[in-house]
């Protein structure tokens, strides 16, 4: 008798210690709110985005953050991973995004306006992002989505390249035919030294066609523009510089990195990113503007976050979208040297211009702000920009004239769009 009294005492404590833990961690927890951010990319950004998880719990008690991170994914890893969670109604309350997901996000009903969020919130400035990095989530007056970061690319330069040949660093006004000037003195070919490397990208390639006056699609975002002829100069003119003037190495002949970096090629087209790899350069080197054809352009894209339409804490996730895209967060991308900020106060700061680590010249990529523009983002822009690439590949091997590859691209970009609308 007494050991099953002694038995039932200890039952009796045991049960009430776990009712006290389960009251504590009850009181402890009541009030707060839960949300759920879903992100990708390598090991350094997830640990970065811990950290900040971190911070803005600290600062704000009232809100817990559980990640839901993907490992190495892309941006179509994650928005396959959001239809999924929505459809099951797991959907998360805020996501990482790039803009070439906008249009997809918003037909598909997955994505909250932020305006009247922001418009409660007397601490946030809009005013304070650059408008061409809000551009890439704006439909309809609306934003969709805040940048935490934007792009522009610039004219890469071996300032070695340039002293052999004895001339002058690249300024503002260079055009098209000061361009193939240079590469053309740049270029000996016994030598395997180029004046340039071909922009064949398609960031580069669409930013050739603005410059001439061209653009891939009309106003409705549904029928491809590649046949006006300002897109057909335009890319002509880049092959031209591989198959006719000789002052680029043709499409697998020489990476344009690798061959930067070597002195092979004198000057690249590419962003702010590609610092990181050039920097290893066994040359000395700079930045300047592009060369301007029949007027300016340049080319802005970038990554952000959003919240999901199925979020039912919209002000809580309106603090972690500010929190994520905001100063603190910024200046922790920024130290990585992969993109320019999109906040002024974090891009002007000497994290972004520092002078002690190349380029010099970073002031070119915020000045290109002034007049860069958004892709014209369609449905599965993704897979329609693999097709451009793939596509105009034929004129970039000098197989196929301009005037033809453009036939082909409006048949096959055609094709890609009549399956979503």
């Known amino acids: 008798m007494r050991k099953v009294t002694r038995v039932l005492c200890r039952r009796f404590w045991l049960g009430m210690l776990a009712l ?112 061409n990095a809000l551009n890439d989530y704006l439909f309809d007056g609306l934003l969709y989505g805040l940048p935490r970061e934007t792009s522009s690319t610039a004219l890469y330069y071996s300032i070695d390249n340039f002293n052999n040949a004895g001339l002058s660093a690249p300024t503002g006004n260079w055009t098209w035919d000061t361009l193939l000037d240079a590469a053309k003195k740049l270029t000996d070919t016994q ?100 060369p301007r054809g029949k007027q300016q352009a340049n080319r802005t894209a970038s990554s952000g976050h959003a919240i999901c339409a199925e979020t039912k804490h919209p002000e809580a996730a309106w603090q972690l979208v500010k929190w994520l895209s905001g100063a603190t967060a910024q200046r922790e991308f920024a130290a990585s040297g992969l993109s320019v900020p999109s906040l002024r106060s974090v891009a002007t700061s000497f994290l972004f211009l520092n002078p002690d680590i190349k380029p010099k010249s970073d002031m070119v990529f915020l000045d290109a702000l002034q007049y860069a523009r958004s892709d014209q983002v369609t449905r599965d822009y993704f897979t329609v920009v693999s097709t451009i690439e793939s596509v105009l590949g034929g004129l970039w091997r000098g197989e196929l004239p301009a005037a033809t590859v453009v036939q082909d691209l409006n048949r096959a970009v055609s094709a890609i769009l009549a399956n979503v609308q």
């Open 20 to 131: 006290l833990v389960l009251l504590t961690t009850t009181s402890i927890a009541y009030g707060k709110t839960t949300i759920v951010y879903l992100g990708r990319g390598g090991t350094s950004e997830q640990a970065s985005y811990t950290k900040l998880i971190e911070e803005f719990e600290a600062l704000h008690p009232d809100i817990d953050v559980e990640i839901n991170w993907i490992p190495g994914g892309t941006a179509m890893v994650l928005m396959e991973r959001l239809l999924v969670q929505v459809a099951a109604g797991v959907a998360p309350d805020v996501f990482w995004t790039h803009n070439y997901l906008s249009y997809d996000l918003l037909s598909l009903g997955l994505v909250r306006p932020l305006d009247p969020l922001m418009a409660d919130d007397p601490d946030f400035q809009i005013t304070e992002y650059y408008p």
């Open 191 to 290: 030598a395997r030294r180029w004046g340039l490397s071909a922009p064949t990208g398609h960031g580069t390639a669409v930013i050739m066609a603005w410059q001439n006056g061209g653009r891939y699609f009309d106003d409705t975002l549904t029928q491809p523009q590649f046949d006006a002829p300002e897109n057909v100069q335009a890319f002509q003119w880049i092959a031209d510089l591989m198959h006719t003037w000789g002052v680029s190495p043709k499409m697998g002949e020489l990476n344009k990195t690798t061959g930067f970096n070597a002195g092979q090629i004198a000057m690249v087209y590419d962003i702010r990113g590609a610092t990181t790899h050039y920097r290893t350069a066994n040359v000395d080197w700079d930045v300047a503007p592009l």
